[in-house]
């Protein structure tokens, strides 16, 4: 026998020496009793008032199912990413199997996970069952097109009282030929604002959830916060701008957006009581970085965003245009039922700013040159007439999406508004009452044609005694002259007549709080009160009166 036999034996048996001390101490470590035996002997153990907490233990999930309300996200905006919560609403014929349907369901996050990353999350914290995610639609009425076309923000208001999502789309898939028509629209939670209707069709299976994602990438509407306000200038943040997408073209801001600014007024306790959506006021983006961005201020509306408010949150939510065309009607503000019918509108890419330097450059070079200057062709591209019903067709120009309406009346102008054609199929300018100033026109014009019968009764009376006195009818001179002084002056009567009017349309503008008609009454009235004290000065009859006494002497010295 070698030696590294005689090794090899002894590793041998110490191996199987160390398994069985080791299986001895397992079976006698089973047999001995547990050294907290004894703990059942202390006298608390026995009595039965452990049973109490026992019984009082099941009361504990009624506690906690009077949930209280969620804490508002302290967090700043741009870190606070969409809460997305997507419903998938499937028409009886759209011919899908249910392992189609899963198909949808199961691929659609990954997209949007390659695409938006976690700038939006289908994921919540909380056990709400209204909560961010992905599911299927079972209220609405009309699982197709037509549905969300007829659906309305009270709809889904009234089916969610709370919302624990930033963002609902809502999809409809049904059957479209040979293929299936794709449609969807978006609710915000912070404006409760329906985005309008985008559609698309696949003809192929696969391709419907890469469909539906694209459909959510043109509903896509971003919300920002309105910081700060200097002039016409805004300093905004958007929601979820700290998180990078994989895809730039997802939810990311860029120059020459456009968003329509809204106002939240809370209560006491942070609750939204009430929204406001600021009408034909528009965000223009200029500058971006990843937290701020600078907007200029385009508004038909005075200094709406600079006041400071209590509790009032300032939002605007992204808007673009989606339809070919806007159907703009023109509307009485009040309960006037009047339609605005044969009303010029005219439209510019100039504010009135604009168009107010483009009048004083006009005006200068004509007092220059001594010939009219017409202004109108530099800033007017198209000008359109209302229909009976007061309405026009605007169509939307991607180009230039954002024009200017000025509206005139004859040529008054009453209203100056700045619209994007195409983000609504159809709109309303509330115009104000021009009737007022209509019926004071009339009233003028009635009072300036008396003016010039009297003025030309005057002059042909100062006529015939300038007749009589060259033939020396002084008889008759001296007769006319007492004519002229004892008649009542015809200034004082135009001005009193001109009084009646003045305080007549004032006050019918007053009682409709309607300021702009004020301030064009007294600029009318102003103008014929200057017409009248030009044309019937009393210095005139003294001249007259002078020039007789003239003649008279240089006739009797001629003698």
């Not at 008032?49 to 996200?73: G, I, Q, R």
């Not at 939002?315 to 009607?329: F, G, K």
């Not at 504010?351 to 005006?363: H, M, T």
């Not at 009084?499 to 503008?509: G, L």
Request: with cysteine.
């Amino acid at each position: 026998m070698r030696w590294y036999d005689l090794l090899r034996i002894c590793f041998c048996f110490t191996l199987v020496g160390t398994l069985v001390l080791t299986t001895d101490s397992l079976r006698a470590a089973q047999t001995e009793p547990a050294p907290t035996e004894p703990a059942p002997t202390e006298p608390a153990s026995t009595e039965p008032a452990p049973t109490e907490p026992a019984l009082a233990e099941p009361a504990a999930p009624d506690k906690t199912e009077t949930k209280s309300p969620p804490k508002p996200d302290t967090r700043h905006i741009s870190l606070r990413p969409y809460r997305i919560r997507i419903e998938l609403a499937y028409a009886t014929d759209c011919r899908l199997t249910e392992f189609d349907r899963q198909q949808i369901q199961s691929r659609l996050p990954q997209f949007i996970e390659r695409s938006a990353g976690e700038k939006w999350a289908l994921t919540s914290t909380g056990s709400d069952e209204n909560a961010a995610g992905i599911y299927v639609n079972d209220w609405l009425p009309l699982p197709t097109v037509a549905g969300l076309d007829r659906l309305s923000t009270e709809a889904i208001l009234k089916h969610y009282p709370t919302q624990a999502f930033d963002k609902l789309f809502l999809l409809t898939v049904e059957s479209a030929g040979i293929g299936f028509q794709l449609s969807g629209r978006e609710f915000d939670v912070d404006s409760q604002q329906l985005g309008p209707l985008v559609k698309k069709t696949t003809y192929a299976r696969p391709f419907l959830a890469e469909t539906s994602f694209q459909i959510l990438r043109d509903l896509f509407s971003a919300v920002v916060t309105i910081e700060s306000v200097e002039g016409d200038q805004a300093i905004v943040s958007e929601q979820g701008s700290q998180f990078l997408t994989p895809d730039p073209a997802i939810g990311t801001l860029q120059k020459q957006d456009f968003f329509v600014p809204f106002f939240r007024y809370l209560n006491r306790n942070r609750e939204v009581k009430n929204i406001q959506m600021i009408p034909w006021t528009y965000l223009i983006l200029e500058e971006v970085d990843r937290k701020h961005a600078r907007c200029s201020i385009s508004s038909g509306l005075r200094g709406i965003l600079s006041s400071s408010r209590r509790r009032v949150e300032m939002q605007a939510i992204r808007v673009a245009p989606h339809y070919p065309e806007t159907r703009l009607s023109l509307v009485p503000r009040g309960t006037a039922a009047q339609t605005y019918a044969g009303m010029r509108v005219q439209l510019s890419p100039l504010n009135p700013q604009e168009v107010r330097q483009l009048q004083i450059a006009a005006k200068k070079e004509s007092e220059e040159t001594g010939k009219p200057v017409s202004f109108e062709k530099e800033y007017i591209t198209g000008e359109l007439l209302t229909n009976r019903n007061g309405t026009i067709t605007v169509s939307a120009n991607p180009a230039e999406p954002l024009i200017w309406l000025y509206v005139r009346s004859g040529k008054a102008l009453v209203a100056n508004v700045p619209y994007i054609p195409g983000i609504a199929p159809r709109a309303a300018i509330q115009v104000p009452d021009d009737r007022i100033r209509l019926g004071l026109e009339g009233d003028l014009a009635v009072l300036n044609g008396e003016l010039i019968e009297a003025v030309a009764a005057l002059s042909m009376q100062m006529s015939r005694i300038r007749k009589w006195a060259k033939n020396n009818e002084w008889k008759k001179v001296d007769r006319g002259i007492r004519e002229l002084e004892s008649g009542i002056s015809p200034r004082k009567t135009f001005q009193d007549k001109l009084t009646v009017i003045r305080v007549t349309a004032t006050e019918a503008a007053q009682e409709q709080k309607n300021r702009a008609a004020e301030s064009r009454i007294a600029s009318l009235c102003r103008e014929t009160e200057t017409r009248i004290n030009r044309f019937l000065d009393p210095t005139g009859i003294v001249d007259f009166k002078a020039e007789i006494k003239d003649l008279r002497q240089l006739q009797e010295q001629s003698r």
